[in-house]
């Protein structure tokens, strides 16, 4: 599949960074699995850009793509399950409804992103032979984790915003437990990045952990700021540190 850059990069805000630093052998499967979430989401949430309008204009042709990719049943795996999660995310909270449970916040962590970590593990290791110094079942163990840590950081980021829609992800006497157990996904995170043998693959994986460190330390710093974010200046220091890690 030829991916649409443009596109990709309208709708994909700081993770276009890390797909196009992926090595060309895995950037169209993770691309169009990515592509192909994003559809399912804005189908569900409703489209609020003209880039996201353009996506589901093209459902039809994003379809196409994943019949014909080489990793249909890998992407198909993956999409399914995003898309539960998805559809939990939009039924489980009516009007008045409780916060998570802590096994629901974990179970719920997995399915939109503690998953897309074993799927990169697994295309990885499907088309990248010895791209880990760990043996693959810890690697899939920390790409889930690497994957729940950054959603983790997601909640704890946007629980102001999530609240006021009336979807409580965390309470607040949770926050620093959370604050606790996003760490704790990071330090998987980073044993992932540490055990990639190839350079660009490194690279793509090490930015969003930088990132999503960066952003814990300003929450953490900030507990009661509406939104904390990453200033554009720090994401492209973050991105050249990412070269060295």
Request: aromatic share 8%; proline share 5%; hydrophobic share 45%.
């Amino acid at each position: 599949m030829n991916i649409d850059w443009r596109l990709l990069r309208e709708v994909s805000r700081s993770f276009y960074l890390t797909l196009r630093l992926l090595p060309a052998r895995v950037r169209p499967t993770i691309a169009l699995a990515y592509l192909l979430a994003r559809l399912s989401d804005t189908k569900a949430d409703g489209a609020s850009s003209d880039a996201e309008r353009e996506l589901l204009a093209r459902e039809e042709e994003l379809r196409t793509a994943l019949k014909e990719s080489e990793d249909k049943e890998e992407i198909a795996t993956v999409w399914a399950t995003i898309q539960e999660g998805q559809d939990f995310d939009g039924t489980r909270f009516p009007p008045g409804a409780p916060a998570l449970s802590p096994a629901e916040l974990d179970r719920y962590t997995y399915l939109v992103a503690g998953c897309v970590g074993d799927f990169w593990t697994r295309v990885c290791a499907k088309h990248l032979p010895h791209f880990a110094r760990l043996p693959h079942d810890e690697m899939l163990e920390a790409g889930v984790q690497f994957g729940k840590g950054l959603q983790y950081v997601n909640v704890l980021r946007d629980r102001a915003a999530d609240s006021s829609l009336g979807r409580v992800y965390l309470p607040r006497e949770s926050f620093n437990h959370a604050l606790a157990i996003a760490r704790g996904h990071l330090l998987g995170a980073e044993k992932y990045v540490k055990a990639l043998r190839i350079r660009r693959l490194r690279m793509a994986c090490a930015l969003p952990l930088l990132l999503g460190r960066e952003t814990l330390d300003l929450i953490e710093k900030n507990p009661d700021a509406p939104r904390v974010k990453v200033a554009r200046s720090r994401v492209w220091l973050l991105l050249a540190r990412s070269v060295v890690y």
